[in-house]
């Protein structure tokens, strides 16, 4: 019931077009400030609005079969989980030189 007023909304039917008129960092944007509006209790956990959009976003994506909008989706939603790239780094054996 509360996702409905995003659900319903042309922020999911603008991003699911072809031409993708909005990007997947403005979706995540309202979608965050709809969940801080009606789940102000969930909003102290972490993870829970990123994981809520996701799952709203990818359900309306796949039932209007928007491969390419998804596809866009997730790529973003899969870096946003997991943050910054960090740097690579790799340990050395200063005994055997080898990681």
Request: hydrophobic share 40%.
């Given at each position: 019931e509360k996702d409905l007023p995003f659900y319903s909304s042309t922020?999911?039917?603008n991003f699911g077009l072809a031409n993708h008129r909005m990007a997947p960092e403005e979706v995540w944007r309202q979608c965050a400030e709809h969940r801080q509006v009606y789940f102000l209790v969930r909003e102290g956990l972490e993870?829970?609005?990123e994981a809520d959009c996701n799952l709203l976003?990818?359900?309306f994506l796949i039932s209007r079969q928007s491969w390419s909008a998804a596809q866009t989706w997730w790529?973003?939603?899969?870096?946003?989980?997991?943050?910054p790239a960090?740097?690579?780094?790799a340990s050395v054996s200063l005994e055997t030189g080898e990681p």
């Amino acid at each position: 019931e509360k996702d409905l007023p995003f659900y319903s909304s042309t922020v999911l039917t603008n991003f699911g077009l072809a031409n993708h008129r909005m990007a997947p960092e403005e979706v995540w944007r309202q979608c965050a400030e709809h969940r801080q509006v009606y789940f102000l209790v969930r909003e102290g956990l972490e993870g829970v609005a990123e994981a809520d959009c996701n799952l709203l976003v990818s359900n309306f994506l796949i039932s209007r079969q928007s491969w390419s909008a998804a596809q866009t989706w997730w790529h973003f939603s899969l870096l946003q989980r997991r943050g910054p790239a960090a740097p690579a780094a790799a340990s050395v054996s200063l005994e055997t030189g080898e990681p």
